[in-house]
Every structure is written in structure tokens, then in C-alpha cells.
């Protein structure tokens, strides 16, 4: 902190960018630099800077899962309702990113819907009620591909071990479980990973942020 403030002294500008549009906020909030990010924000650096991405530092924590800093920058000030516009980020909030992340950005998610309820904001309430919505749909979805006579004849095959693998699998978000299957399909297709998600219902035909699918 104390070698920031000696940089915003001698004229260090915070809100400079990379040419994809990045500041040294958007790499502090990544990076999960609480210091760091109240540090620039002291010296002046635009909370609410997007990127090449329309992504903002807030949404950088987010996908990270930094809570700490996500927490920091909403008391800074930093909007969460700002919506990306293009790769990972086209169309979500720092919120979607996180709950994006499953497990891993459930603090996160968590941090973001109690200031939302707290700060109530018309259209964020009503497209977080789509987005719950429609994670509602994928789930319904999921459950019914489990129970459909492919997954289950996949599932009565799995060992027990990858039975219980299956099981905790149905318990995650559709969207996760469908990163999960192109994770294992990109490091090379580990069939019985693979059998496992397509036991616990996930989709083989979903497509990544974009466009691709699994094959």
C-alpha cells in the first residue's frame, strides 16, 4: 500500500489500460488484492472499467471468486449490474459469473445477492429472476436426462465409487457439470469421467460460451 501511494504521488495514472482494454484494477480484483484494490481506488481509478470484454473489475473478482474484494469494490461503489458484452462474459453480471463457477463461487454469488437485496435495482431484480429461472429449467432438464433410459443404463453400469461420483454430480448446476465434460474431453477424454457425466444427466450436445460443443 505504502509503494502506491508513492506511485499515485509521483503521477502514476490507475485507470491506464493494456490494449485489451485492462487496468491494474482488473488484475488486483483477479488476483484477490483486497489492499491493492482500495489502493487504486484512493488514487482515483474507475471502479466501473470495462475491458476489450465489456468486463469489469467487480465481474474479474467475481469469476475468481475473490469475496473479500468483490465485498470491498461494492462498498467502493462498483456496479453490479453492469452487464458483459462479448466472450465469457456477453450478457452476464458479476453475479452470473459467479454462480457460473458451481461450488467455487457459491461465497461470491452469495456476497452478490445480499447487496442486491439490500440495493434493489428493477431490471437486475427481474433478470435475476430469469436467470434463477432458467437455471431451474436446466436443472429440471438434467434430472430428466438421468433418469432417461441412456443415462440409466450408463449409470447401472458405473462402479460404486463412480455411482457416488454420479449422484453428487446430479446435485450441481447443469451449466457446471457441462465445463466439466469439456474440461475432460480437452485433457484428453477420460471415459469413465466422461460416463459419469453423462450418468449424472449432462447434456452432450451443450456448447460453450462460443458456440462449440464437445466434438
Not at 509503494?3 to 495514472?13: K, L, P, Q, S
Not at 457460473?100 to 429472476?129: F, I, K, N
Amino acid at each position: 500500500p505504502a509503494a502506491g501511494r508513492g506511485r499515485r504521488a509521483a503521477g502514476t495514472d490507475p485507470a491506464a489500460a493494456t490494449g485489451s482494454g485492462t487496468t491494474a484494477l482488473h488484475y488486483a480484483a483477479a488476483e484477490g488484492h483486497e489492499e491493492a484494490v482500495g489502493a487504486l481506488a484512493e488514487g482515483g481509478a474507475d471502479l466501473d472499467k470495462a475491458d476489450d470484454d465489456g468486463a469489469t473489475p467487480l465481474m474479474w473478482a467475481a469469476f475468481h471468486d475473490h469475496s473479500g474484494v468483490v465485498r470491498r469494490l461494492l462498498e467502493l461503489g462498483a456496479d453490479h449490474t453492469a452487464v458483459g458484452t462479448r466472450e465469457v462474459c456477453e450478457g452476464k453480471t458479476a453475479l452470473e459469473l459467479a454462480e457460473e463457477q458451481g461450488e467455487y463461487g457459491e461465497e461470491t454469488a452469495a456476497v452478490l445477492r445480499e447487496w442486491a437485496a439490500s440495493h434493489p435495482d428493477e431490471e437486475y431484480d427481474a433478470r435475476v429472476a430469469a436467470y434463477d429461472e432458467e437455471q431451474n429449467r436446466q436443472a429440471e432438464e438434467q434430472a430428466a436426462r438421468a433418469a432417461g433410459p441412456k443415462a440409466a443404463a450408463m449409470y447401472e453400469a458405473l462402479s460404486e465409487e463412480d455411482k457416488a461420483k454420479a449422484d453428487e454430480a446430479r446435485g450441481r448446476p447443469a451449466a457446471e457439470n457441462e465445463e466439466a465434460l469439456r474440461g475432460v474431453v480437452a485433457k484428453g477424454g477420460e471415459t469413465a469421467e466422461v460416463r459419469v457425466l453423462l450418468a449424472a444427466g449432462t447434456d452432450p450436445d451443450a456448447a460453450d460460451a462460443f458456440g462449440r460443443g464437445f466434438l
